[in-house]
């Protein structure tokens, strides 16, 4: 089955890929997997003996932007080293065979390799009208993953549409769009994202290569090596924050001089994914680093929770809108869960992502982990990390078209600020949480930032 | 008579269902459906004018970007904004290297395999290829050794167990190419999937990621020079310490990756795509009149050359009747109009008749047959797109569209290019109405364009070393400052033809939105009057040899590049 080291390499050299770059691949995808450094070899080695992985390609109700981020990954091509470790069997945006073909191909990739594909899902699944709101070969694309995803090793859903509905299930949509884990059967992970960051989806695939399984998830089913950090601690403006030195207007002084966009709506402080750390295109840029805020494609229902995507949220819980600050004091006062900040919740990610690291024996790599934080606290009702079946709101799907209505003045509370001097505490501090009071309710006319008060000062323009 | 449905069609983006009725190996008829639906339009309802955009974008995961642009002009449009020069130099910028690479794509990802048989460039010379290859331009990437090695990785690939998406339609009748031949476009398609993911990394650098870029903004960009600008430091200012981590795109650093990326785009275009789409379609020029379909050209333009409310574009404005390019016919958003009378939504919501867009509705409503289903041809209803019309007629949009319109206008450099193509492949005048034609027109138009991108390029930078760094006209960006109703529009190009937006905002939010894209016009139903759309059209009378294996379908269906995804949005 396998292939020779010496074979695959001579393949790749072939193409023009040297080892180096191969290695220099497999020690990347080494550091996103949080794995150390000590497991390039056997990454390596596994990825160069795996025999061709067959896939299955699916795109359901989306714009195909998924498929699309993984043939403009980053250097060397992912999509080159893919191709030669993968055989995508089926791939409607690619493949040589149309209509009737087309579906051959994928029946002889079910019968053929069943039990032996990997499923990966693009887009989300509409259910109105019996599905008929998006069919491939005059079927819905429900059952099709369904056939699909029943057969496979396991499932990936790439990018925010197959994590939960995406944009057709954003407010105002009519197709009853679903996220590909509500009607896939089988082990499944989700790697949200507007589009997907391609190198998450290479990682993802290489642990299975060499793990031969899916890597650890949250309860959300997001691996917990991408998803995990919170962009806000690993971002590279996050000095500027500390410093008090904010962009207040596009193109002013602190945007020419690459200060935080915090002030101009970045959701980075409520994001969870590894953006600031892999970057896009090999690491060449991301939102942040060319000059805009996140808007936290990542996150649950993003596109109403994280909207107005250019101003600071009135919601302490942006992506379930309806939570109010008392609830989440109440749940902290409950005993619940100490809900600390958003120190904590970065803690909280990296304890998760840490005990799934130690199960491997493995601490973060070298090089891409993040600034030092408490870790002690590790709240148990985080709604925001789908973990919370205690808090009856976190089922409850935001409805934007009202909230989108109101009037941001009449909605309360401070977002709930990070505590200042975190980023410096010692590994062993005890949580945060008392820099925060978890209950205050503070009607505000300006909710859009953070308390004046807690705010470090502004710096006085150094030029004009 | 057979019936026969091609449903997936491939190799497009979104959902394609092709329908026919073929009566003696001919189509007589020919239905095409849209059979995706996710309704951004209705989505975009309620949201801050200001997000719209970034919501329009995700219209398309390959060409979104010529909708975020049109969709954030239509919004300047409505609040009175005009993007500075810098802004609209950087969308230029943008827009035109997407454009050439969706273009490119098109040909070797989507195309190529209608023409060049995979199986037969197995079996080619290496050293022939490379003869070839080195007779058709100056690419340096030519040699025996390149050959022989793409052809040992194909062979590996296409006689594997695990072809992959390579499971080919080989040995059909109607591929003519010879194995070299076939050779250097296999060769030429990783090559091309190279170059497109290097030189997109133009929309990481200037967008923070691709696809679905970041930076656009209602009134400019959001991208900003390095402090200062390239004027500072004047002399005897003090120089501000760069200690930031982030470097600028608009800085020293990024710029020259643009430049770099703007290059690698002119010098593909112009010494593989050009060459290797005229090469491969000499060999097919007797086809030049197959897929003709409609006749009536319609084009927005793109690219301004000034911030006027008439701007000088790149790529003219306007239309050509019944193939008459002597015709320059002028174009205005009035004359746009789209009917649902054969498509899934309301009749009672109104959108039966021709409306134009700025009251356009969209009411969805799924009239098909209950899936899984063997046939819509013949309803009543049978897709999710809509019938755009212009001045009640069916158009035909696209590369080929903007070239015939660009020759009518008399731009000198279009009619150069249009004339050393029709001259190389020995056509005559009217051999580009057709499917040949669609495939000469679009690597045609992406030199015209790629010759521009240096131009927009160089006038950013001497605006900046001028001291002219604005990258936006923050003057409306607070809502308060709107008027209390606002409706605007953008008529601009994608990849696959004319595009509109049409917003109206009231209250700070958007009440009201309407998309036009390219493939819209293109994989059109019938309209009221029971006229078929252009992709329709196309299709009727032509002969298939093997109606198992519908190739000639494939080559006509797949010149348009349509995108469902953009067409039903």
Not at chain 1, 339 to 351: E, I, K, N
Not at chain 2, 279 to 303: C, P, Q, R, S, W
Request: a negative charge; one cysteine or more.
């Amino acid at each position: 089955m396998g292939r020779p080291d010496g074979a695959f390499i001579a393949e790749l050299l072939q193409r023009g890929v040297t080892r180096r770059m191969f290695m220099k691949f497999c020690a990347a995808m080494t550091a996103t997997l949080a794995l150390p450094a000590t497991y390039v070899p056997r990454v390596a080695a596994a990825v160069a003996a795996s025999p061709r992985l067959p896939v299955v390609w699916l795109r359901g109700q989306g714009c195909g932007g998924d498929g699309e981020a993984l043939l403009r990954g980053t250097n060397p091509s992912i999509a080159e080293l893919l191709l030669q470790f993968l055989s995508i069997d089926y791939v409607e945006t690619l493949m040589l065979p149309s209509g009737a073909d087309a579906t051959a191909s994928l029946q002889a990739a079910l019968t053929k390799q069943r039990n032996g594909y990997l499923a990966i899902i693009e887009g989300a699944v509409p259910t109105a009208d019996g599905g008929a709101w998006w069919t491939v070969g005059g079927r819905p694309i429900r059952d099709v993953i369904h056939d699909v995803t029943a057969g496979a090793i396991g499932t990936i859903a790439v990018g925010s549409c197959a994590f939960d509905g995406g944009l057709s299930a954003a407010s105002g949509g009519a197709s009853g769009a679903v996220g590909v884990s509500q009607v896939a059967s089988g082990p499944l992970i989700s790697l949200p994202g507007c589009p997907v960051n391609p190198w998450n989806l290479a990682a993802t695939i290489t642990h299975y290569l060499t793990f031969k399984e899916l890597p650890a998830t949250d309860a959300g089913g997001r691996p917990l090596f991408a998803y995990g950090p919170l962009v806000h601690n690993e971002c590279e403006r996050r000095a500027h924050f500390e410093f008090g030195e904010f962009v207040l207007d596009w193109g002013d002084e602190g945007a020419q001089k690459g200060w935080c966009l915090y002030k101009m709506g970045c959701k980075g402080p409520e994001t969870f994914a590894n953006c600031a750390s892999v970057g896009f295109d090999g690491g060449l840029s991301w939102p942040v680093k060319a000059g805009v805020g996140c808007i936290g494609c990542t996150m649950p229902a993003f596109w109403d929770a994280m909207s107005p995507f250019t101003r600071r949220l009135p919601s302490p819980v942006p992506f379930f809108p309806n939570v109010t600050v008392d609830q989440v004091g109440q749940l902290a006062v409950a005993g619940i869960g100490a809900v600390a900040g958003l120190h904590a919740v970065g803690s909280f990610a990296r304890a998760q992502r840490q005990g799934a690291a130690r199960r491997r024996l493995a601490r973060l790599a070298a090089g891409a982990a993040p600034a030092p934080a408490a870790e002690a606290a590790v709240p148990t009702a985080l709604p925001g990390l789908a973990s919370a079946p205690s808090a009856p709101e976190a089922t409850a799907a935001p409805v934007a078209p009202e909230r989108a209505a109101t009037p941001e003045a009449a909605v309360a509370a401070p977002a709930l600020p990070p505590a200042p001097d975190a980023g410096l505490a010692p590994e062993a501090a005890p949580p945060p949480a008392p820099a925060t009071p978890p209950a205050p309710v503070v009607t505000t006319a300006e909710p859009a930032d953070r308390p004046e008060e807690m705010l470090p000062p502004e710096r006085p323009g150094e030029g004009d | 008579m057979t019936h026969l449905a091609l449903d997936p069609v491939t190799r497009v983006g979104g959902q394609l269902r092709v329908e026919l009725e073929l009566s003696g190996g001919t189509v007589s008829d020919a239905w095409v459906s849209g059979t995706g639906y996710r309704g951004l339009e209705r989505i975009l309802e309620g949201r801050d004018g200001r997000d719209a955009w970034l919501m329009a974008q995700r219209i398309c995961g390959t060409g979104g970007l010529a909708h975020a642009v049109a969709s954030v002009r239509a919004v300047e449009h409505a609040l009175g904004v005009t993007a500075p020069a810098n802004a609209r130099l950087l969308r230029n910028i943008l827009a035109g290297t997407q454009l050439i690479a969706e273009e490119v794509a098109a040909f070797y990802q989507r195309q190529a395999w209608d023409w060049v048989d995979i199986r037969s460039a197995l079996t080619a010379s290496p050293s022939a290829a490379s003869k070839l290859a080195q007779s058709l331009s100056a690419w340096p990437n030519a040699t025996t050794s390149y050959f022989d090695s793409i052809r040992g990785r194909l062979a590996a690939i296409v006689n594997s167990d695990q072809p992959g998406p390579f499971a080919a339609m080989t040995g059909h009748p109607a591929y003519r190419l010879s194995a070299e031949a076939n050779l250097l476009v296999a060769a030429h398609y990783f090559d091309a999937l190279e170059w497109r993911r290097t030189v997109l990394g133009i929309e990481t650098v200037l967008g923070g990621k691709t696809p679905h870029l970041q930076t656009l903004l209602v009134g400019g960009m959001a991208i900003a020079t390095d402090w200062g600008g390239p004027s500072r430091p004047v002399q005897g200012e003090h120089l501000w310490d760069v200690v930031r981590n982030s470097i600028s795109p608009l800085g020293a650093a990024g710029l020259a990756a643009v430049a770099q990326h703007l290059d690698d785009a002119k010098t593909f275009v112009e010494q593989v795509f050009l060459p290797d789409v005229l090469n491969t379609m000499l060999a097919y020029t007797d086809l030049a009149k197959v897929g003709g379909g409609i006749g009536h050209y319609l084009a927005f333009g793109e690219f301004p050359a000034d911030s006027s409310d008439r701007p000088v574009l790149a790529l003219p404005r306007g239309r050509v009747m019944d193939r008459d390019t002597t015709r320059l016919i002028e174009v205005g958003p009035s004359g746009v109009a789209e009917t649902t009378a054969h498509a899934w939504y309301a009749p009672e919501a109104g959108g039966d008749d021709l409306r134009d867009p700025s009251t356009g509705v969209t009411v969805p409503r799924y009239g098909g047959p209950k899936p899984p289903f063997d046939a819509l041809a013949g309803r009543d209803r049978y897709s999710w797109v809509k019938a755009p019309r212009y001045e009640d007629d069916p158009m035909e949009v696209g590369p080929l569209a903007r070239l015939l319109v660009g020759y009518a206008s008399g731009d000198a450099i279009i009619q150069a290019a249009v004339g050393n193509a029709i001259s190389t492949l020995g056509l005559a005048q009217d051999g580009l109405f057709g499917t040949v034609g669609r495939i000469v027109a679009r690597a045609v138009e992406a030199t015209v364009v790629a010759g521009r991108l240096d131009g927009w390029l160089s006038d950013l930078r001497d605006n900046m070393a001028s001291g002219e760094i604005a990258m936006a006209d923050l003057t409306t960006w607070d809502p308060a400052s709107w008027p209390s109703e606002a409706q605007g529009f953008a008529l601009g190009e994608s990849a696959q033809g004319a595009a509109g937006h049409w917003v109206t905002i009231r209250d700070g939010r958007i009440a009201a939105y309407q998309i036009v894209d390219g493939t819209t016009w293109n994989a059109s139903p019938r309209d009221g009057d029971g006229r078929r759309g252009a992709l329709e059209a196309a299709l009727v009378g032509t002969s298939v040899a093997d109606a198992g294996r519908p190739l000639e379908l494939l080559r006509t269906i797949h010149s348009f590049d349509p995108c469902l995804s953009c067409g039903v949005h």
